[in-house]
């Protein structure tokens, strides 16, 4: 059986300062109950218990560049840890991309904030009430489709 319900190993960014984006991470991965992993020559893995978020300087040295329709979304527990991180992430130098707050296109149960880390990353801190998500989507009877 399977433990882990996220369909991801991991996932790394670039950096064109790498202590400057460490710092950064160092102050707001902690508000979700992450932290330093592993470590590296260039290259920082936070998680909560194995490397799932690497921030290195790109391995054939070329600049690093923000991708245009990317983000990464971080799980939350709790509605508060959302207003953590987002307090969080401004206070170390962050950008506002959208308050903490629930988000009706997103459904009923989600409830987060983005940022833009100091490179320019667009991130994500949500909140997913699994009750409701178990009430409005998962426990819900599926239709019978005809053959």
């Known amino acids: 059986m399977e433990d882990s319900p996220s369909i991801l190993s991991h996932i790394s960014i670039g950096t064109n300062d790498f202590e400057r984006a460490i710092a950064f991470y160092d102050q707001v991965l902690p508000t979700l109950g992450c932290k330093r992993i592993m470590e590296h020559p260039g290259a920082v893995a936070y998680g909560k218990q194995y490397p799932e ?23 939350a527990p709790t509605k508060d840890s959302v207003h953590a991180f987002y307090e969080a992430a401004l206070a170390a130098g962050g ?15 989600y409830y987060g904030c983005f940022v833009r880390d100091p ?8 909140f997913w009430d699994m009750q409701l998500v178990h009430e409005l989507y998962i426990d819900q009877p599926r239709p019978v489709e005809n053959s």
């Open 53 to 75: 978020f690497w921030v290195q300087t790109p391995i054939d040295g070329n600049p690093a560049t923000v991708g245009n329709g990317t983000h990464f979304g971080f799980i």
């Open 95 to 109: 950008m506002d991309e959208g308050a903490p707050g629930s988000r009706p296109d997103y459904g009923e149960p």
């Open 119 to 126: 490179d320019g990353h667009k991130i994500e801190a949500s």
